[in-house]
Nanobody, 125 residues
Framework: QVQLVESGGGLVQAGGSLRLSCAASGFTVNRISRVGWFRQAPGKGREFVATISWSGLSTYYADSVKGRFTISRDSAKNTVYLQMNSLKPEDTAVYSC?????????????????WGQGTQVTVSS
């Protein structure tokens, strides 16, 4: 019912910036409650990064990215963005966006219904 496509990943030096995009489409896009960004580093589990209500009125960030990352959305484009500044090597991971339909989920990845394919972010020292 919802398809999510991430883009914007790449290789950047520590201290640099990247902007990730998550484009949503499908029959039930209008029923999305929240979109979240998650990441998974090699050998580690999936980690919450940030989330935004589809309305854009509510945002929440993991402590590890507060002050550095900003989540936003463009309702006209059905797209959620993750602006990542002051990147650190420990930010290296595959970043995925996820959507919850009809339920105002939060930081638990298991509570999200649809997932994108992920985009690689690599931060060199």
């Amino acid at each position: 019912q919802v398809q999510l496509v991430e883009s914007g990943g790449g290789l950047v030096q520590a201290g640099g910036s990247l902007r990730l995009s998550c484009a949503a489409s499908g029959f039930t896009v209008n029923r999305i409650s929240r979109v979240g960004w998650f990441r998974q580093a090699p050998g580690k589990g999936r980690e919450f990064v940030a989330t935004i209500s589809w309305s854009g009125l509510s945002t929440y960030y993991a402590d590890s990215v507060k002050g550095r990352f900003t989540i936003s959305r463009d309702s006209a484009k059905n797209t959620v963005y993750l602006q990542m500044n002051s990147l650190k090597p420990e930010d290296t991971a595959v970043y995925s966006c996820a959507a919850s339909i009809g339920v105002n989920t939060g930081v638990d990845p298991l509570a999200y219904h649809y997932w994108g394919q992920g985009t690689q972010v690599t931060v060199s020292s």
